[in-house]
């Protein structure tokens, strides 16, 4: 299977997004834990006992945080500062794609995801490359 | 006597009154006037002041400097200027003594009664000793305040009285004759016309002032209001695209058998979810495309392009679009097509709008794609064999949400998307057309530069 053995964080708040999501990534053989931005997620992140092979980060958290604080706070902890980091996002690409190169991640996902492209593109950022999809 | 003098300064009052209109007296010339006026160095004196007066643009140095001019004149050792306001009710603008300094606010500071009979009769009046004069006995303001010599004359221009000038000399009686009437009414009528023009030119200034701050926040509104939809539409977007991931891809779960296996009628119907979910994602998109087209926040990201790379992808999407109708692609361009310089993303969108509609109204027959390029443009078309445009649809092919009147069943569209193309073909310069006839098919053309970034000066390309 195309995700065998890759360990894949999800950091999302909305539990019906989040089941389209993890469900794709299950189904092409990936472990995929999950964390919500709370303020224990990053211990949460840290304690998962198995090297992270990709954060899948949405946007929009309930507050002032953005999946761009995720990702700062993710990058500030030495072990996850190899590990690359995409957005899956319904915001508007024309304004996030930017953003999220500025930053230095990986790619952009827009919501909704195609069930047949979606692990075919996880995929191509496991191996290296970007993905930019509006 | 008197009689006599009053008749002789009416006449020069009206001719100089007439003089300030028209600078060229057909009468008798301003130099007469004055010759005639030079024994009295007193009028020659008010004639200066009125010259003065005719220049001042602003209202308060103007009522300032009359008043100031005048006392000193009338020999008086207060004066007044009084407004009547647009509400009709009595603005004290200028309160002086002779040696020009203000005159502290009082609560009542001149007898009303005097004013009153002047703004009632709109002519002057001479008051040698007001507590004894037999026509303010009853005025309440003329004994409290023990008012004793006082002059008062309307300031008229246009037949309106506008105010009033009033003189006083509270110490002592019979300061003021007759004699003193005629040169302040004199006065008060070149008073008149200057405060009147003062006025004008005033309020014109405040109105191009007030004009002009209300267009800039007019303006101001008009692009808080356009970012505000901007970014409206955009939260909307999102609150509507989140939802939208999950209606199409769990039907989509759902036909792929994840929860159990589901017979081909039940596919069907899940596939027709999945495609009105798409459709409104299309639609959902578009919008806010639009909006932010028209909003002018949409910047052309220009790069080098194999515009027959782009052709190929257009052929084979146009390919799966057709899912099983009787339409063949054409691919009619040359391979060796020169590099262009375009937002790939936006001409890609551009493609796209023109094929899905090619598809969407093509039955049978063929879509073809074809390409050519001249020296400083290329020009692309998209022909199908297709219903054609009906004529009195094809001034609005366009514009949003028309739909034509020749349709097919079943053909769902937003309406946007050629408005979509024109926008982004005329943000690359470009133009966009399209020829049609019932029943014999489209073709769209959209001719490009080759090059539409914005000039640089040259000789800057060293690197």
Same mark, same amino acid.
Do not use: C, F, M, N
């Given at each position: 299977m195309l995700l065998e053995n890759r360990y894949i964080f999800l950091v999302e708040d909305d539990p019906t997004n989040l089941a389209v999501t993890r469900t794709i990534l299950r189904r092409h053989g990936a472990t995929v834990p999950i964390a919500n931005w709370a303020d224990t997620s990053l211990e949460r992140i840290s304690a998962f006992p198995y090297p992270i092979d990709l954060f899948i980060l949405d946007l929009m958290f309930p507050g002032k945080q953005t999946g761009y604080d995720v990702y700062d706070a993710l990058r500030a902890k030495p072990e996850f500062q190899r590990v690359p980091a995409v957005v899956v996002s319904a915001a508007d690409p024309d304004v996030e794609i930017p953003r999220a190169r500025e930053r230095g991640l990986s790619g952009f996902i827009s919501k909704p995801i195609n069930r047949f492209r979606f692990p075919i593109q996880i995929n191509a950022i496991l191996s290296g490359e970007e993905v930019w999809d509006d | 006597m008197p009689e006599e003098y009053d008749r002789h300064i009416e006449d020069l009052i009206n001719r100089l009154k007439n003089d300030s209109h028209k600078p060229a007296?057909?009468?008798?010339?301003?130099?007469?006037?004055e010759a005639t006026l030079s024994g009295d160095s007193r009028l020659s004196q008010l004639i200066s002041i009125s010259r003065r007066m005719a220049e001042m643009r602003s209202l308060t140095p103007l009522l300032s400097f009359a008043i100031d001019s005048v006392l000193p004149i009338v020999g008086a050792e207060r004066g007044y200027i009084v407004l009547i306001k647009e509400d009709k009710t009595l603005d004290y603008r200028v309160k002086r003594h002779l040696d020009g300094t203000e005159i502290k606010s009082e609560v009542d500071p001149i007898s009303h009664s005097v004013l009153n009979e002047v703004v009632t009769t709109q002519k002057g009046i001479v008051i040698r000793n007001a507590i004894m004069d037999p026509r303010f006995l009853g005025s309440q303001s003329v004994m409290a305040m023990q008012l004793r010599s006082i002059m008062c004359v309307p300031l008229i221009t246009q037949n309106n009285l506008i105010g009033a000038i009033y003189v006083e000399n509270r110490a002592k009686s019979g300061r003021f004759s007759e004699e003193n009437l005629a040169p302040l009414e004199f006065f008060a009528n070149q008073a008149a016309v200057s405060i009147e023009n003062a006025n004008l030119n005033e309020n014109l200034e405040q109105l191009v002032a007030e004009r002009t701050q209300e267009l800039a926040l007019a303006k101001e509104e008009a692009e808080a209001a356009t970012r505000a939809k901007s970014s409206f539409l955009s939260k909307i977007s999102h609150e509507l695209r989140t939802p939208l991931n999950a209606i199409i891809n769990f039907t989509g779960f759902v036909i792929d058998d994840y929860y159990g296996e589901v017979n081909r009628e039940q596919k069907e119907a899940l596939q027709r979810v999945i495609d009105s979910g798409n459709h409104l994602l299309s639609l959902i998109n578009d919008l806010l495309d639009l909006n932010k087209i028209e909003a002018g926040? @949409?910047? +052309?990201?220009?790069?080098? *392009?194999?515009? @027959?790379? +782009?052709?190929?992808?257009? *052929?084979?999407?146009?390919e799966a679009l057709i899912r099983g109708k009787p339409i063949t692609v054409e691919r009619k361009y040359s391979p060796d097509l020169p590099l262009i310089w375009i937002d790939r993303r936006r001409v890609w969108q551009i493609l796209l709008n023109i094929i899905s509609n090619a598809v969407k109204y093509t039955k049978a027959g063929s879509i073809t794609l074809q390409a050519q390029a001249t020296e400083h443009e290329i020009e692309i078309s998209v022909k199908d064999?297709?219903?054609?445009?009906?004529t009195e649809d094809k001034a609005h092919v366009f514009e949003y949400f028309k739909q034509g009147v020749n349709t097919l069943d079943n053909v769902v569209s937003s309406g946007l998307g050629l408005a979509i193309a024109k926008q982004l073909v005329e943000l690359h310069q470009g133009e966009i057309w399209f020829q049609s006839e019932v029943n014999l098919g489209t073709t769209f053309f959209i001719r490009l530069p080759r090059d539409s970034r914005p000039k640089v000066n040259s000789g800057s390309e060293t690197n």
């Open positions: - | 007296s057909k009468a008798q010339p301003r130099e007469a006037v926040v @949409v910047t +052309l990201d220009r790069e080098p *392009a194999l515009l @027959v790379e +782009l052709l190929d992808q257009a *052929a084979e999407h146009t064999t297709g219903i054609g445009i009906a």
